[in-house]
């Protein structure tokens, strides 16, 4: 079966913002409030993203 399109662009799109060097280099430069902003904002995107390339690709 496999994974869903939505799935993998999920993967690869919150894989590499979310890796512990990123995170930490934003909570140094940024403070917490940003980065609980930051991390938020990649959160649902990336759901958000996912969902429509789902509902997308089922009418291809």
């Known amino acids: ?6 799935s993998i662009l999920v993967f690869i ?3 590499p913002a979310t890796n512990m060097a990123a995170l930490s280099m934003i909570v140094k430069k940024f403070g917490k ?3 609980s902003i930051y ?3 990649i959160v649902v ?13 089922n009418f291809l």
């Open 1 to 6: 079966m496999g994974f869903t399109p939505g």
């Open 13 to 15: 799109y919150a894989g």
């Open 33 to 35: 409030k940003f980065f």
């Open 39 to 41: 991390l938020a904002s």
């Open 45 to 57: 995107d990336s759901i958000i993203m996912g969902y429509t390339v789902n509902l997308f690709s």
